[in-house]
């Protein structure tokens, strides 16, 4: 069974570090581009930051850009999102997703076909 794993959520305050882990198994996502992706309570599903099958290629969105990195390690079937000086709009359920080469869009949900469950991260001011 192929799926997807997040953890290293939880509730942080305004200002502090996390480092989310996105752990693949039944599915070898060397070759999977990832994209992490959130979702706030009321809002729709919104793209976080994405990584290319090599992990050469990185793309964030604005919100997040110089606070969040993502990286990848294809020898552990695992990627990574580090958060830092989180702010509490950044609170939502984080997700993690796997979709392949062919056309990928990057932004878009419909581009991944595997999914983690989510985690929670909550920023209090």
């Known amino acids: 069974q192929e799926q997807l794993v997040e953890t290293g959520g939880g509730s942080v305050q305004a200002g502090g570090s996390l480092r989310l882990s996105c752990v693949a198994s039944g599915r070898t996502i060397s070759r999977d581009h990832i994209g992490w992706f959130r979702q706030a309570p009321g809002k729709e599903r919104e793209f976080v930051t994405s990584?290319?099958?090599?992990?050469?290629?990185?793309d964030y969105a604005d919100s997040v850009k110089g606070r969040f990195t993502i990286s990848r390690d294809n020898a552990a079937n695992t990627a990574y999102l580090q958060m830092n000086n989180l702010k509490p709009e950044d609170t939502a359920v984080y997700y993690c997703?796997?979709?392949?080469?062919?056309?990928?869009?990057?932004?878009?949900?419909?581009?991944?076909?595997?999914w983690g469950q989510g985690t929670q991260v909550t920023v209090s001011s």
């Open positions: 990584i290319t099958w090599s992990g050469i290629v990185t």
């Open positions: 997703a796997a979709g392949p080469q062919g056309g990928w869009v990057r932004m878009s949900p419909r581009s991944y076909d595997l």
